[in-house]
């Protein structure tokens, strides 16, 4: 009997460790394709050596997971030895479609995939995705590759190869010593001069269960809650203490007055009309590959020509790595809420650059070459009672790059400057602002003309001089870099066409980008948002370059002064919640800008002041060039530590509370007039097989409107775990003149981050959203009615609802 169970114990061993072998040399394998397919991308030297370290934090995760799953398939072994078998072969493929997955968003971002995870709306997500899998089919060849390879490596080699009983004793032995010395599973961030080098070395699975860990550990240290009223005053004081405004409330911290002087006005010939605004915002447009001395040369040379006519500041940054910041940043100078401002359930009162001009007689509009509900883009756009908002291009104008699914990002750039010229000539000519921002350069980068730019790269590339390093990456971001060739022509063409309008004359161009691109690597932290700014107009007086420092968040300030300085209008806001002031327009390097940035996780962990930037704990000086040295300096981390984690709280306070801008500031485009108040307070229990269900009748709505307003509430209680394949709340505009429904337009809400605070399983949850429709679109449908509804594309959709509440309101 002993003998029996000592060969099965043994018999447990060798498959144990034949499997965690397999799975060991399979994981260290794929740093093969890291390096071919990442770290050819990072302006680091020395890839190969930090790979070649990595291998030691690639086996020291393997250990750690090996040992971790030891005992469950002891357990399922001594009761069905070939169920533990395929359990254990079943866990490891989807370990390693994950690490695969993990190193494809790696490859994509030039930066590991975080706890993003716990904290983005969950359809984005699955867009991100979407973006993704219609790349082609060589993204799933490593897939492929490494799974077999696993498999070959168990079945013909481990699995016949015999085992020593010592061995799999010292594997075990070395399961748990790294089991018990965790904390030492990742390198050390402060021994790299450059984050690349950093993520390259370190085992990506391990990046992010650390990441994730430490998100959880501290999500709620800043929260206003932990705070009485005397601490919460002091870091009001402390906030306003340490930014240049006159203040004037500590109810609303970030309130002062609008006394902002106009930096810009003196380098225009303005004409007696207030000029029309136009803000061109290009998708992932970087400093990297465009504008003079750019670090890997330059790819858009339209734009470097337009540079030489233009203001240009050269120094440049967003707030944050993603599209999600950009909008509220630019046209709001916004603080950014728990994921960002746009993606707030209920967004607080607030000023806007557009709200500001609307009421002061300016036509606004927001043309978007893809989706204007990508991280709820549209939804802040409407509710600042923008006149129009493009969404409908009609049979003219073709899709670019739709995938094997069916599936497209958008509209080329060039189809968005058309249309966009249509949409003008069709609606009256008063001064107006245009917010722009294209679609071409967003994954999955395809788009009809892209085998003729791949040809001019490969020409460019022969004629340029640039390091060998330099020139690895530009090879392996060709497929990035042809797009923004081509949106630098479509630019072009869209300046040359702007040129023949007869109001061209009196126009004002802000281009900037909307992020750093995450597929082309950074130079460092500070260059994850580093963007160009180009100011142009044929009123201008001579072009200039600026070296200062200057962000996204100065903009609103800037041509809010600009407008409201040199013309007497109705509307002037006596206080304002900028959290900048206008553009710094010293012409040699420095920076005034106290500033944090949000990360693609949604945390807030970097922040520049003076001359200096906290990353992620790290203190860095910053040199002329916008690039970073390590840097020493006890006093000063904790100073720019202390504003951080007191914007952290300021920007909670201000959020969650409702105190950015007073609400008996009516700043809607009219008078909201109730038009209907629905109310269910009796429980129900909602279980369809269907992708939607309606919750209310249907409104129709009246011709006589303008805007239609809708806000919603309710308390869920969903029965299935978890924040994935939840449903929505879907908001839509329908035709119902004819048999079936025809939607004009729809806007979903992730129904797990509806909620005011952290969705909390398994519990009740109060969930709130708004939003505004601009019906001038619409007046050609003869039955429009306004639907709510949830919408799932998983079902069933499973939930109990309570107490919801609906109110329609109609502008005129």
């Known amino acids: 009997m002993s003998n029996k169970i000592s060969y099965k114990r043994f018999d447990f061993l060798q498959s144990w460790f034949s499997i965690v072998i397999a799975f060991i040399v399979t994981i260290c394998l794929v740093r093969i394709f890291e390096y071919t397919a990442v770290a050819s991308k990072f302006f680091i030297a020395n890839a190969f050596r930090y790979e070649l370290v990595g291998l030691l934090y690639d086996v020291w995760a393997c250990l750690i997971y090996s040992g971790v799953l030891l005992f469950p398939f002891l357990l399922l072994y001594y009761i069905n030895k070939r169920s533990a078998a395929f359990a254990f072969h079943f866990v490891n493929v989807l370990f390693i479609i994950m690490y695969l997955a993990l190193l494809v968003v790696f490859s994509e971002r030039t930066r590991p995939f975080d706890h993003e995870f716990f904290t983005r709306n969950a359809a ?7 973006q993704m899998l219609t790349s082609g089919f060589k993204l799933y060849i490593p897939f492929i590759i490494y799974i077999a390879l696993y498999f070959v490596l168990y079945y013909r080699v481990f699995k016949r190869t015999g085992v020593k009983r010592y061995l799999p004793v010292s594997l075990i032995f070395l399961c748990l010593v790294s089991i018990f010395l965790i904390q030492f599973a990742m390198p050390s961030q ?6 690349g080098g950093y993520y390259l070395e370190c085992n990506k699975f391990s990046f992010w269960i650390k990441d994730s860990y430490n998100y959880f550990k501290t999500k709620d240290k800043n929260t206003v809650s932990k705070l009485d009223n005397k601490q919460l005053e002091s870091e009001i004081n402390f906030y306003q203490k340490e930014h240049p405004f006159q203040f004037t409330s500590t109810e609303y911290p970030l309130l002062h007055l609008n006394n902002s002087k106009d930096v810009l006005g003196s ?3 303005l004409n007696k009309t207030p000029p029309n605004i136009v803000i061109l915002v290009v998708e992932g447009l970087s400093r990297d590959f465009s504008g003079d001395k750019a670090y890997a040369t330059s790819f858009t040379p339209f734009l470097d020509s337009l540079s ?7 120094n440049f940054l967003s707030t944050a790595p993603g599209t999600f910041a950009a909008h509220p940043a630019i046209s709001g100078s916004l603080p950014y809420g728990r994921r960002g401002f746009s993606l707030m359930s209920v967004m607080p009162n607030h000023l806007s650059l557009i709200k500001i001009l609307r009421l002061n007689g300016y036509r606004t509009s927001f043309m978007i070459g893809f989706n204007p509900d990508f991280d709820n883009m549209g939804g802040y756009i ?11 291009y009609g049979p003219k104008y073709k899709e670019m790059g ?3 699914g069916g599936w497209s990002m958008g509209y080329p750039d060039d189809a968005l400057f058309s249309r966009s010229f249509e949409v003008m000539d069709s ?3 008063t001064p107006y602002l245009n917010i722009y921002h294209t679609a071409t350069s967003h994954e999955p980068y395809l788009f009809e003309q892209k085998p003729k730019y791949e040809k001019l790269f490969d020409e460019k590339l022969k004629t340029i001089v640039v390091s060998r390093d330099i020139r690895r990456t530009l090879k392996a971001t060709k497929y990035v870099l042809v797009t923004f060739m081509f949106a630098d022509d479509c630019i072009k063409k869209f300046f040359a066409d702007y040129a023949k309008r007869p109001e061209y004359s009196n126009t004002i161009f802000f281009i900037t980008g909307d992020h750093h691109i995450g597929s082309f690597p950074s130079t460092g932290n500070i260059d994850d948002y580093h963007v160009p700014l180009i100011i142009y107009s044929p009123m201008l007086k001579a072009a200039k370059k600026f070296y200062s420092v200057n962000s996204h968040n100065n903009l609103a300030p800037t041509i809010t002064s600009l407008v409201l300085n040199n013309y007497k209008l109705p509307y002037n806001p006596k206080e304002v919640h900028w959290l900048a002031n206008v553009l710094d327009t010293c012409a040699s390097f420095r920076n005034i800008q106290s500033m944090p940035f949000m990360a693609w996780s949604r945390e807030i962990n970097d922040y520049i002041y003076k001359d200096y930037m906290l990353s992620e704990g790290q203190l860095y000086k910053l040199t002329p060039e ?6 020493t300096n006890d006093s000063i981390k904790k100073h720019i530590t202390h504003l951080l984690e007191n914007f952290k709280i300021i920007n909670s306070y201000v959020c969650d509370s409702n105190k950015i801008y007073p609400p008996e500031q009516n700043l809607m485009p009219g008078t909201k007039e109730l038009l209907v108040s629905f109310n269910d307070s009796v429980p129900k229990t909602i279980f369809t097989n269907k992708h939607d269900t309606s919750l209310m009748p249907d409104f129709v709505i009246s011709r006589q409107y303008k805007y239609l307003y809708v806000e919603t509430s309710a308390d869920v209680y969903l029965a299935s775990p978890g924040t994935e394949n939840q449903p929505d709340f879907r908001l839509a505009l329908v035709d119902r003149s004819g048999l079936n429904k025809k939607y004009l337009y729809w806007s979903k809400r992730d129904i797990v981050l509806m909620t005011k605070n952290d969705y909390q399983p398994k519990k009740w949850n109060h969930v709130s959203t708004n939003d505004m429709f601009t019906l001038d679109d619409y007046r050609n449908y003869n039955n429009v009615v306004f639907e709510l509804a949830l919408f799932n594309v998983r079902t069933p959709i499973n939930l109990k609802m309570k107490g919801l509440k609906v109110n329609i309101y109609g502008i005129k």
């Open 626 to 631: 916008l690039l970073e040295e390590p840097y």
């Open 382 to 392: 409407r509710l600042q009672g923008t006149d129009f908002i493009l969404s409908h």
């Open 308 to 314: 030489t006519k233009s203001l240009v500041w050269d």
């Open 267 to 269: 380098f225009f010939n």
């Open 427 to 429: 609606v009256p000519k």
């Open 190 to 195: 402060n021994n790299f001069i450059k984050a």
């Open 124 to 130: 984005d997500s699955w867009l991100t995705s979407k």
């Open 402 to 404: 739709v995938g094997s």
